[in-house]
């Protein structure tokens, strides 16, 4: 009996020590190493014929010995109880010296960056450039790259690049019959899906009903709210950051537009004063939006030579005020860095760029085109770039256009690409909203067949509006269409807008199904014109 029990005993030890040499023999002595590889997903095969991709970056347990297959030498590491095999090419030690590819193409025109949170422009690269990749900010845990550090240069986001060209924009045909004359071709121009944001700390309002705020007005911020608190319909205010009447006037001292242009002396409120200010709309709960007048700016000109527009070797002037070229990466660079400011210090929710075009007249001038762009192009180029910028700190930006790049037909999609560089396709296809500027008094006799359109608001609103509707049916992914309205006076026709012009104006919208909000444009501010209708305003 005692034998039997002993013989069973040393049977059940002798499995038990099988079995651990199995597990032993099947995992083995192991080292951990970091998956890498030239693209994001690495294809490994395993002993049953299975495939599996896993992302670069990925941690694994490699058994101390080389398998021979094929004449190749494979490195095995455990899956899951499964055995698979991995090139020793595609083992290292370190996690940053998991990306190896070294050429990469660009899919997108696109500005290198000093560093990948900067906005300085070190250089511009265009569509299908071959780059040389030098370096990298992070590996993401997908395998995919979030900055890479090209042509020993500067930084260019991840998604912009790839190891094949592939041109993801959309068809640019439907605007072959699109009038343009000197402002761009607007089928050379590329077109893209547009990545819906929503920033989960920051909510844009489905309908913006705003008034608008100048600089010279901060002190009086309290009277701003208290007014608009009068009606519940208000929930924005449009403030201005930077302004050109016909000097630059920057709404508080920014150390951040004094190094571009040293030479603004318009600065009605201290940086704290005006911080205060819009820390005061923000607590009321009112979603406010930054204005930066762009390429009209007379001081960031006079202050550089070289980025603005010449006329016969001299400064070229329109509306008695030099303006920067629509083609200056510096210009770019400089109003994306009080964006970026107002939005990070001061915590606007959005930033609105008026001015984006060129002047109206630019007969023999040089526009300084250093980088062979159309004339939209440039336009499209630097909206995309203060996208990017804005969207990377959590901020929308819209863009504002004339009232007449919508087109002039209410039957039929009649968008034309403007001499100043404004076409409304391609603008509303880039920015999260397009604010036009159709103020009544604006417009000429008969335009869509109406005698006097600064007078029959109503009429000319709903008509413009039929116009508009039809840009944005044909904007592949259009922006939020919030239009600016005339609340002030007509001093060109000597009328008085009263509360019924100002309602004419946003029932003709409504009626036009062209409403996602308003925005009221008032120069002056003025509160006795808010007072006169904030009660009517719906």
Known sequence: MKKRVLLVFIIFIFGVCSLLFDVVNKKGST?????????????????????????????????????????????QFLLDDDIYYV????????????????????????????????????DYLFENQEVDVTGFHELLEDGTVDYYYVNNTGYMSGKYLASNY???????????????????????????KKDEVNFVDNKMPDIVRALYINANQIWNIDSYIELAKRNSNINAFVVDIKDCYIDTQLAYYS?????????????????DEYKEGITKLKDAGYYV???????????????????????????????????????????????????LEAVNEMGFNEIQF???????????????????????????????????????AGAYISADVFGETSG?????????????GQFWPAISNIVDA?????????????????????????????????????????????????????????????????????????????????????????AASSLSKYESYIDYIN
Request: net charge negative; glycine share 4%; hydrophobic share 35%.
């Open 31 to 75: 080292t951990s190493y970091y998956l890498a590889g030239d693209q994001v997903l690495i294809e490994l095969f395993g002993e049953d014929d299975n495939v599996i991709s896993l992302p670069r970056g990925t941690v694994l347990n490699i058994k101390d010995k080389t398998v021979i297959i094929d004449g190749i030498e494979y490195r």
């Open 87 to 122: 090139l020793e090419k595609n083992l290292v030690s370190e996690r940053n010296d998991c990306v190896l590819e070294n050429k990469l193409y660009t899919l997108r025109n696109c500005a290198l960056t000093s560093d990948y949170d900067s906005y300085e422009i070190v």
């Open 166 to 192: 592939e041109d993801a924009s959309l068809d640019a045909s439907i605007y072959n019959d699109v009038g343009f004359n000197y402002g761009g071709d607007p089928t050379k121009i590329k077109y893209y």
């Open 255 to 271: 150390e951040v537009a004094l190094s571009y242009a040293p030479s603004i002396s318009n600065i009605p409120n201290t940086y």
């Open 289 to 339: 939006i930054g204005r930066i007048t762009t390429f009209k700016d007379d001081a960031f000109a006079n202050d550089n030579i070289d980025e603005a527009l010449m006329f016969d070797g001299d400064y070229y002037t329109y509306s008695d005020v030099k303006w920067p070229s629509i083609y200056s990466r510096k210009a770019w660079e400089y109003n994306v860095a009080l964006a």
């Open 354 to 392: 008026d001015y984006v075009r060129l002047p109206e007249s630019v007969t023999d001038v040089d526009l300084r085109n250093i980088y062979d762009e159309d004339r939209l192009e440039a336009i499209c180029n630097f909206l995309n770039y203060a996208k990017d910028k804005l969207h990377e």
């Open 408 to 420: 002039h037909n209410q039957d039929e999609f009649s968008c034309f690409v403007s001499n100043y």
């Open 434 to 522: 397009i604010s036009s500027m159709p103020y009544p008094d604006h417009f000429a006799a008969y335009s869509y067949d109406i005698a006097h359109p600064w007078e029959d608001v109503y009429d000319l609103m709903y008509s413009w509006g039929k116009a508009t509707y039809l840009a944005q049916e044909n904007t592949y992914y259009p922006a939020k269409c919030r239009t600016w309205i005339q609340a002030q006076d007509s001093n060109r026709y000597g009328i008085e807008y009263t509360s019924d012009y100002i309602i004419d104006q946003i029932q003709g919208l409504k009626d036009a199904d062209i409403y996602d909000g308003f925005m009221t444009w008032n």
